[in-house]
């Protein structure tokens, strides 16, 4: 069962990044067109809504990269904290959704609880 925790860090990571790097790409698509609109207002609601969309991406990817980095240390505050993003991905068909049956399968397992009581650290800490 140590595997499937740390394929579930991994995928809760490389989704919370993908998340970011969409905020990010939709920030610049929608700066980007109102500076070439060459009209101050469409450029500030453009960015406005850029802004707000890519920080709205920032703050819904934060838990799942958090709750990842804390899986691969294997701490119980991260598998409760993904258990709750995993029910949340569940409404984000159809990635999000495979995600959220997969992480919530392997976090419930007894094996897998017992392994977090046990605290061991799949990275040594320096």
């Given at each position: 069962?140590?595997?499937?925790?740390?394929?579930?860090?991994?995928?809760?990571?490389?989704?919370?990044?993908?998340?970011?790097?969409?905020?990010?790409?939709?920030?610049?698509?929608?700066?980007?067109?109102?500076?070439?609109?060459?009209?101050?207002?469409?450029?500030?609601?453009?960015?406005?809504?850029?802004?707000?969309?890519?920080?709205?991406f920032f703050?819904?990817?934060?838990?799942?990269?958090?709750?990842?980095?804390?899986?691969?240390?294997?701490?119980?505050?991260?598998?409760?904290?993904?258990?709750?993003?995993?029910?949340?991905?569940?409404?984000?068909?159809?990635?999000?959704?495979?995600?959220?049956?997969?992480?919530?399968?392997?976090?419930?397992?007894?094996?897998?609880?017992?392994?977090?009581?046990?605290?061991?650290?799949?990275?040594?800490?320096?």
């Amino acid at each position: 069962m140590e595997k499937h925790v740390t394929a579930v860090a991994s995928l809760q990571i490389g989704l919370s990044i993908l998340s970011i790097l969409m905020g990010t790409f939709i920030f610049f698509i929608l700066s980007g067109t109102g500076f070439l609109t060459h009209d101050s207002e469409a450029r500030f609601i453009l960015t406005t809504i850029g802004t707000g969309i890519a920080i709205f991406f920032f703050i819904i990817a934060l838990p799942g990269l958090i709750g990842g980095i804390g899986l691969f240390k294997r701490q119980e505050w991260a598998r409760i904290l993904v258990l709750i993003t995993s029910a949340l991905h569940l409404l984000n068909f159809p990635v999000g959704t495979a995600l959220g049956i997969y992480s919530i399968w392997v976090l419930v397992q007894d094996e897998t609880i017992d392994l977090f009581r046990t605290k061991a650290p799949v990275f040594p800490d320096f």
